[in-house]
């Protein structure tokens, strides 16, 4: 069962954040942040993101971080803010600074020989332009297949694909329209508990995502800070808030923003926690009917 957090809850943690001389916002991008796009490079954020990140770091009240499958860098011209904010890119493989401090993890040789007969199956089989090539990683996205299409991509990939993840260590992940295949060293609970190492215990922490891959980052930070599932729909998840883009992801966002700036009133407070707290009461609801 979903482990909520009630709307008093909700109000509490904004209290925290409008009291806390820092806080941290850390976000997955693609799915939570913006809709998934078939050409990766036109997956904008949705309207009115990009302002209000711009405007909760201008306060230099919350550190905004990205935690992504993707590339750091793919990101800086999608959010188009700058100075851009620290980016965890490929699971948390790499991590780029804001002052543009760039590192990455290295890749060992069993890695990329692994990684080059992966990706020497997909050449076989003709999908080269489903593939995602990324370092020490190799995705195939079939989101926008028909349903049989994307079922037999799945099949044929997956057949070549898991002798050569099991001989080389390597961790095979499906996401909402696609499979992964990348290395087992890093993932974003992992970039989540650095991130959580560098702050303040007592400071208010929040992780907005939609994916499996953000299950991890939900359970390193549950019971340390609210986690918070971004998606149209539900779905299963270690996190205990459920909203739906993009209106209550917006919502949330100016709580934030409004929490940086000053302690809310009352009035201003329940308006906005009301808004963001509707799919979770949905959720609430769902679950006392199951349970009935």
């Known amino acids: ?82 100075p851009h904010p620290e980016i965890w890119g490929i699971h948390g493989l790499e991590r780029l600074h804001n002052d543009g401090l760039h590192e990455i993890e290295p890749i060992d040789q069993r890695t990329l020989d692994a990684l080059s007969a992966a990706d020497d199956w997909i050449d076989n089989l003709k999908l080269q332009h489903l593939a995602e090539h990324k370092p020490g990683s190799l995705a195939v996205h079939w989101r926008d297949l028909p349903e049989d299409a994307a079922r037999d991509v799945r099949g044929r990939v997956l057949l070549g694909w898991l002798s050569i993840a099991d001989r080389a260590c390597l961790n095979i992940e499906e996401f909402d329209g696609g499979v992964e295949m990348r290395m087992a060293i890093r993932n974003k609970g992992d970039a989540m508990q650095t991130i959580l190492a560098e702050m303040d215990v007592a400071a208010p922490v929040a992780y907005l995502g939609d994916d499996q891959s953000d299950e991890d980052a939900f359970r390193v930070l549950d019971g340390r800070g609210l986690c918070v599932l971004v998606r149209p729909q539900w779905r299963e998840t270690a996190a205990n808030l459920w909203l739906r883009p993009p209106a209550q992801l917006l919502a949330f966002l100016r709580t934030w923003l409004e929490a940086c700036i000053q302690k809310p009133s009352r009035s201003v407070r329940e308006s906005r926690t009301t808004d963001c707290g509707t799919g979770l009461r949905h959720e609430q609801g769902k679950h006392e009917r199951r349970a009935g």
Request: net charge positive; charged share 20%; proline share 5%.
């Open 1 to 82: 069962m979903l482990n909520t957090v009630s709307k008093l809850g909700l109000q509490d943690f904004f209290h925290k954040v409008a009291r806390a001389p820092q806080s941290a916002l850390v976000l997955d991008y693609d799915g939570t942040l913006s809709h998934f796009r078939l050409n990766r490079t036109e997956a904008f954020p949705y309207s009115g993101v990009t302002p209000l990140l711009q405007e909760i770091m201008a306060t230099g009240r919350t550190r905004v971080v990205l935690i992504t499958g993707r590339r750091a860098d793919e990101l800086i011209p999608l959010l188009a803010i700058s």
